[in-house]
């Protein structure tokens, strides 16, 4: 069979499952073509290539996998985001394209900065932290999250990635060195933010494969989390220092609000023009 045929059947399995969210517009066919380039351990397809019989199993088995629910990353063992392999494990969040627009906004305001420090709180596997530290040359980075399972990922991709970021364990700010305090130029936030009667709600392939705790702090509204490191931020960022939070579109005017109440400034809300589907809030502590 050649390729073409065999991700034709692919697409139909993908498509006629009910365990995966169809939100994206040929979904199924880019992730039937990422697995079949996965299986196959080559950079691109063409559709007359042959695949073998050994290769047609191992897709078969990943595209079975993939029709239960389980995400393309976890089947792959990584995500790739901003150019930079970042593991993915059960248990810790997989990193989505959008957060991508999180690091792009982190880094573009790093850059200007002489001796930059970086804080990606609630960093899950590091990717946010890791594109930073591959980015900006010299910057001290910082990551912290609360799983110790999302600290050793995060560990293990920066070594393997051989890039310099210190990952704690630890609530919010709590790990983090005193030292740095009043210091840094740039905070990162992708929270847990889906309010607690909202998780049921959710697709069942996110339900299924991600841990409560990264989908919600369980507060009745969503802003739990983000209500304590807007509170708690401007204790570590210098003047003029910039707050970063990304959550859904439904989300974004009321963290706006908490974040003006927390005396920020030049508050507004971005969106990456690709991808729609969430916003990153962003915040300035006055000079
Ligand atoms: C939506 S995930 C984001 C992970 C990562 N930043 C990313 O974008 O791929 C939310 C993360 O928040 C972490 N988390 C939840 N409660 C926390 C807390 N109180 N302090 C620090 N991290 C927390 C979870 O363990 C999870 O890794």
Redesign the pocket.
């Known amino acids: 069979m050649n390729a073409s045929e065999v991700l034709a059947d692919a697409v139909d399995t993908l498509k006629a499952s009910t365990a995966i969210d169809h939100w994206q517009r040929d979904r199924e066919q880019i992730e039937a073509d990422e697995l079949l380039r996965f299986a196959m351990g080559v950079d691109r397809v063409r559709p007359r290539d042959q695949v073998s019989p050994a290769v047609r199993r191992r897709f078969g088995r990943m595209i079975e996998r993939r029709a239960d629910g389980e995400p393309v990353q976890l089947i792959m063992g990584h995500a790739v985001f901003r150019g930079l392999e970042i593991a993915a494990r059960p248990g ?5 394209d959008s ?1 991508e627009f ?1 690091a792009e906004q982190a880094i573009r305001r790093l850059v200007r900065r002489r001796r930059p420090v970086a804080v ?6 590091g ?2 932290a890791l594109s930073i530290a591959n980015e900006v040359p010299g910057a001290r980075v910082f990551g ?4 110790l399972a ?1 600290v050793r990922v995060a560990r293990q991709n920066a070594e393997g990635l051989r890039l310099r970021a210190t990952f704690v364990r ?3 700010f ?1 790990a983090l060195p005193r030292r740095i305090a009043r210091e840094v130029d740039v905070i990162t936030l ?3 933010y889906v309010a607690r009667g909202e998780v049921r709600e959710l697709p069942e392939e996110i339900l299924r494969f991600e ?1 409560v ?3 919600t ?1 369980r507060s009745p509204d969503g802003l739990g ?1 983000i209500g304590r490191a807007v509170a708690e931020s401007p204790a570590w960022l210098q003047p003029g220092g910039w707050l970063l939070i ?1 959550v859904s579109p439904d989300r974004a005017r009321s963290v706006a609000a908490v974040m003006r109440r927390g005396g920020f400034v030049e508050v507004r809300s971005t969106m990456d023009r690709g991808f729609k589907v969430t916003r990153v809030l962003v915040g300035r502590l006055a000079a």
């Open positions: 810790v969040f997989v990193p989505r957060t999180l990606d709180l609630a960093t899950g596997g990717a946010v912290s999250d609360i799983s999302a630890g609530d919010l709590g992708h929270p847990p841990p705790h990264t989908l702090d989390l990304e």
